[in-house]
């Protein structure tokens, strides 16, 4: 049977009317039909074909059911991120340093002067680029993130909101630039839980 003719019949069965039509089976037997967990009877087959309220019905379900496997396989077939790093580079040897991205080019690093009174203190906000191939999943997930400096130590751990950002205050006494040259001018975004 062809495409269109197979769709003339559905449409011939779907919008054919029953007196006295309801549904003749209940949506946890079509489901198991549906994964295959559960075969239907003789006495449910005919049912389902008597019933164009029950077949409706089933079509429904096969259709959220297809939708709903679609998403987690493409959910599934997100790229897994497993940490990136970057370093000081010699360029960004300026008196303060504003700004570190990875080397994958997936994270920036950003460092704003704290506004209080005494005028000491940073801020250090992790952006995730939202063209990064595992945005989605993060944003998604919201998984604990840490980045460390070069020595392993923590300089912001916390969860992306919803423009992929997160923001602490600087944990150390150092300007962010002196701080990363003593610790060999190295860092990584990664998980928490690594």
């Known amino acids: 049977m062809t ?4 769709k003339l019949q559905e449409r011939l069965l779907l919008s054919r009317t029953v007196p006295g039509d309801r549904l003749m089976l ?3 037997v079509l489901l198991a039909a549906l994964a295959g967990s559960r075969a239907l009877t003789p006495n449910e087959r005919r ?3 008597g019933s164009p309220l029950t077949l409706r019905r089933f079509r429904q379900l096969s259709l959220e059911r297809g939708l709903a496997l679609g998403a987690a396989a493409q959910a599934a077939n997100d790229p897994v991120w497993r940490g990136s790093a970057g370093m000081l580079r010699a360029a960004s040897s300026a008196a ?3 700004e570190l ?3 994958d080019g997936h ?3 950003h460092f704003l002067p704290r506004q209080d009174g005494d005028g000491r203190g940073w801020q250090i906000i992790l952006k995730l680029d939202a063209e990064a191939p595992f945005a989605a999943r993060l944003l998604r997930e919201q998984p604990m993130l840490r980045v460390v400096d070069g020595g392993g130590a923590i300089l912001l751990q916390g969860r992306l909101d919803a423009d992929g950002e997160c923001e602490r205050e600087w944990p150390f006494e150092t300007a962010p630039m002196a701080h990363f040259q003593l610790y060999g001018a190295a860092f990584a975004v990664e998980p928490a839980a690594r």
């Not at 495409?3 to 197979?6: C, L």
């Open 26 to 28: 209940p949506d946890a």
């Open 107 to 109: 994270w920036q690093l």
């Open 47 to 49: 049912a389902l074909q």
């Open 3 to 6: 495409t269109p003719d197979r």
């Open 96 to 98: 303060v340093l504003d």
């Open 101 to 103: 991205v990875t080397d």
